[in-house]
């Protein structure tokens, strides 16, 4: 088990990107990315980490503030109090306390990151993962119009994504659905409804199977898993679970009711990288499909996306798209970049192999304090 020396100091910021649109979904819109990071520093060697939370509590329960006060006050806490420790033996002390997991996945991420520099090596080395070329998919919010929809699909399309995804609302379905698809019929196609619908509207979601999707992301309730199920057997399209699926035993509880033949992983909802690899190997073992969600990352993020990605369990194209998707400039080089053939390049370098730029940091810094 390798270990990690002394925490020397351990650093928060909130940075404030402006996104290149807003971003349209069945609960919210957003037109920055307001992302909290975490700097943690051992002998010189440092990590970065980022929680996926955003200031409202809107997908989750959790929000920039809530995860601000997990971090400082219980999390950091422990750290400081260990001398010489391993990432398993931290996780082990997190597990007192209930829920949080993009919290402890922020901290998980920064230890990740500096125990791979120290060791030098590529964090997907360290994580048991094999070097790739990993699979792009783009997420594209909810439009004002069916043209300015297309016009999205089309550039992505151009740009040779894998797979795409477009969020869906109740009442801002059917007809969507059937404009792409006429205009697109062959691409990889599927929807995001965030939790937008009830059990009730099961009639709704039947009609989805018209449309050859690869999935249906998420049709009911964020915390349900049951009606799922009953929905699942009722519809050809695959559900694909992702707010519902907060750890390893609500995987378990998925696939031992049948509510979904795909899950989608985002690692900061499960609570970091090594819940995520528990949970992409459940998964292969037993015939559900995964793939790496996003939640907007910044290029910190998103690096620990990419190099999640190397393990086996994801097997489909995830929401991991280029930066300038999202940005006009992010904190860090390199920008994540769509090669011509649509796929995306392990960031190179040890640790999550991108560089944080101080002169960016602080262009859009809102808030610092040091914790530990
Ligand atoms: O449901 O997957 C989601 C973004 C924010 C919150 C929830 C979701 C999303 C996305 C975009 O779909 C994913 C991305 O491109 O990072
Ligand atoms: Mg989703």
Known sequence: MKRIGRIDSAEMFIVKLPLVKPFETSFSVQTHREALLLKITSNDVYGWGESVTSPDPYYSYETNSTAAHIIKEFLVAILMTLKNFS???????????????????????????????????????????????????????????????IESIQIACDKKYQRIKIKIQKGKDIEILKAVRKTFPDIHLMADANADYSYEDSHILKQFDAFNLMMIEQPLSYDDIHLHSLLQKQINTPICLDESIKNLNDAKTAAALGSCRIINIKQGRVGGMTKSKEIQEFCRNNNIKAWSGGMLETGIG?????????????????????????????????PVVLEPDGFIKIPEGTGIGVRVVPERLEKFKVYYERIG
């Open 87 to 149: 990432v398993e033996e931290v996780l082990h002390k997190f597990e007192r306390i209930r829920g949080h997991n993009m919290a402890k996945a922020a901290v998980e991420n920064a230890l990740l990151d500096l125990l791979a520099r120290k060791c030098e090596l590529p964090l997907f080395e360290l994580i048991g993962g094999k070097s790739k070329k990993i699979m792009s998919g783009i997420s594209i919010g909810i439009k004002e119009n069916i043209d300015d929809l």
């Open 302 to 334: 998103r690096a620990f996306n990419i190099h999640l990605q190397t393990l086996p369990g994801f097997v489909l194209p995830g929401d991991t798209s280029e930066t300038s998707r999202y940005f006009t400039e992010d904190i860090v080089d390199k």
